[in-house]
């Protein structure tokens, strides 16, 4: 069973959304403030995090800020009233994997958790299967209708790092830190290798990678 820590200072939303989760099969654990989660994210080891912006002691940013330092792969949702532009943007530059406004929709908030639970699998497997692409970790290798394309370490894990959760976006600074190990680098790098790997993959690959304005990259199969 999945444990999904649930971060939420209003009593009667969390006790609502507990209940969701566990008729959807999951197992909840409650906090009512970031300081008890950051607890029971070390004590109960959840699958996947939902934290709400306005909590007490920490904001629910600051909160997904501080858990990306040292889980950099749990699925984080945030929740929260605030429905502006520039607040999802902030959301997702501090590391979220999805944004939901309240109210909820129950149905809606089920289907995003298993979809990040699916991304989250693919994650942490050596091998990415998406449409006609195959990528091969171990052997740094990635096949378009079985035949090799010819990408440079760089490329590889770029396209890796994109692919390991599709439809995610990731920032410029996620991906120069990941691929790179600093933010400092020429900005252009990155642009370049994005460049070369969609030249590389196209006409007849199903992925693509996306620019998103402002934020970074996604990457994902072509609908």
């Known amino acids: ?11 009667g939303t969390r006790k609502l959304m507990c209940i969701t989760l566990r ?4 197992l909840p654990i409650p906090a009512e403030n970031s300081a008890e989660a950051l607890r029971l994210l070390e004590e109960k080891k ?9 909590l007490p002691d920490m904001s629910g940013f600051r909160l997904t800020e501080t858990i990306r330092k040292t889980h950099p792969d749990i699925p984080i949702i945030i929740v929260t009233a605030k429905q502006s532009q520039s607040d999802k ?9 999805d944004y939901l406004t309240k109210p909820v929709d129950e149905e809606e908030l089920i289907l995003r958790i298993k979809a990040l639970m699916r991304r989250a699998k693919i994650a942490s497997e050596q091998k990415i299967t998406i449409g006609n692409l195959e ?18 370490q760089k490329e590889f894990l770029l396209l890796f790092k994109l692919l390991s959760s599709p439809g995610k976006i990731f920032t410029r600074n996620e991906l120069m830190e990941e691929i790179w190990g600093s933010t400092e680098k020429d900005d252009h790098t990155l642009n370049v290798h994005i460049n070369r790997i969609r030249e590389k993959l196209t006409p007849e ?19």
């Open 1 to 11: 069973m999945f444990n999904i820590l649930l971060v939420e200072d209003d009593f």
């Open 23 to 26: 008729n959807a099969g999951f």
């Open 46 to 54: 959840p699958n996947l995090v939902i934290a709400d912006i306005m």
């Open 89 to 97: 943007h902030y959301g997702f530059m501090v590391g979220a994997d």
């Open 135 to 152: 990528l091969d970790y171990s052997a740094m290798s990635a096949k378009v209708n079985g035949k090799n394309i010819e990408l440079t």
């Open 205 to 223: 690959c199903d992925v693509e990678i996306k620019s998103i304005r402002g934020l970074g990259y996604k990457a994902g199969e072509i609908v």
